[in-house]
Structures are given as C-alpha cells and as structure tokens.
C-alpha cells in the first residue's frame, strides 16, 4: 500500500463549487504540505503543518485553506473554486527526524478541473 | 527573480550518452540541495540529495558550487529508463520552504 495517498484522484467541478481534497500518510511523519503543480509554473506550496496545532501559509494560499484533523491526515479545501485553480495538487509529507536532510514523500496527486 | 531557475529542455538524447543539467539558485541563504525526478503524470520522487563535496551514485553525479550558486545533475551511459523531467528543489528554514524548480525534461532515444 502507498505510504502517502490522495482522494480523489481525478475531479471535475464548476465554478464556485465547494472542493475538499483529502490526504492521508502512513509514514508517522508530522510535517504534511499542499502543493500545486502548473506547466510551466513547477511545484508551488499551498499550505504546510508542522503538527496538529501548526498551520502555515505557503507560497500561493490564496483561495484554499486546510485542516490537520490528526497527524496522518491533511486536507485541502477549495471554498469557491475558480478556473485558475484548474492544476495538478500534491500531498507531501517529510520528517527532519529520519535524519533524510528534509526529503519529501508525495502522494501520488489529485488532477482538479474547474470549468 | 525566481528562486530556482532550470533550462526546461527539451533535451532528447541518444542511449548511452551523457547529459547535463544546471540549476541556479537565487538566495545565499538555501540550505539544502537536491535533485528530484517526475515521470510523466507521476508524483515526483526524490533521485539524490545534493552535498558540497559532490557525490556520486551509480551513473548520477551532483555537484553544488555555493558560490555561484548553482547545482549540477550529470547523468551517464543514459538509459531509455531515464526519460523524465528532473526537478531542482533547494531548501531554506530546513524542513519550512522548500522551492522547486520547473523541471528539465530529458528524453533518452533508442
């Protein structure tokens, strides 16, 4: 089984529909990150968390906010979703304590389109 | 000024030859260094940290130059199996902001 898994894989939305996309982690690490991944554009971050009580802004979170409902779980939502926000989204996960220098886990990716 | 620059390619190669890739940086202050590989329409996967020093595994070489700031992938006898796009990432605050760069896409032809 994947260590780091995504749901949905795919969705299809309109314009001002409500998303949540869902990541799970079976890594017991406790740093988890949203990012988005445009042609062109590479992998920006959304969101992270450090821990249930740590939420952070990223790079570009304008128009999402998160939720870590427990340390294996982080989620991504969409209030009123908009064309521009039509990409590739990643789960990551890491742990500075593996001793790794940082490296990152991803999820295997939601394909989100907004029409 | 981005923080990561990458020459996006293409570069489509014969099998067995050795190519290259660059990456730049801009901000002196990045900590950590690395090389990730993504397969077409795949979650990107981590291909080798990056150290000062330089460091070598199998036919993959890196190298990091502080001081100009920019980190180098060599790939050599190039495998079919090779075919990918190959992402910089460099790290600031270890473990807070990580930054990718777009991506080299290499295609290896029989």
């Known amino acids: 089984d994947a260590d780091v898994t995504q749901t949905p894989r795919n969705r299809i939305t309109k314009t001002g529909k409500r998303i949540m996309l869902e990541c799970s982690q079976t890594?017991?690490?406790?740093?988890m990150y949203w990012y988005r991944q445009d042609p062109g554009l590479g992998l920006r971050l959304i969101y992270y968390s450090f821990d249930v009580k740590d939420i952070n802004k990223g790079e570009i979170s304008d128009g999402y906010s998160v939720s870590r409902q427990a340390q294996a779980k982080f989620s991504l939502s969409l209030e009123s979703a908009i064309p521009n926000q039509t990409a590739l989204y990643f789960c990551?996960?890491?742990?500075?304590?593996?001793?790794?220098?940082?490296?990152?886990?991803f999820g295997p990716g939601t394909r989100l389109t907004v029409l | 000024r981005k923080e990561v620059e990458q020459d996006p390619g293409p570069f489509n190669v014969p099998e067995g030859a050795t190519v290259a890739f660059n990456c730049t940086y801009s901000?002196?202050?990045?900590?950590?260094f690395f090389w990730y590989r993504q397969d077409c329409r795949k979650e990107p996967k981590l291909l080798m940290s990056?150290?000062?020093s330089g460091n070598e595994d199998g036919r993959f070489t890196a190298q990091l130059n502080r001081a100009s700031q920019y980190i180098s992938l060599l790939i050599r006898d190039s495998k079919l199996s090779d075919s990918a796009t190959y992402l910089c990432v460099v790290t600031r605050n270890t473990g807070n902001q990580f930054y990718f760069g777009t991506g080299t896409s290499l295609t290896v032809i029989p």
């Open positions: 990551a996960t890491s742990d500075l304590a593996s001793g790794s220098l940082d490296e990152q886990f």
């Open positions: 901000n002196s202050a990045s900590q950590s």
């Open positions: 990056v150290y000062s």
């Open positions: 890594k017991g690490h406790d740093r």
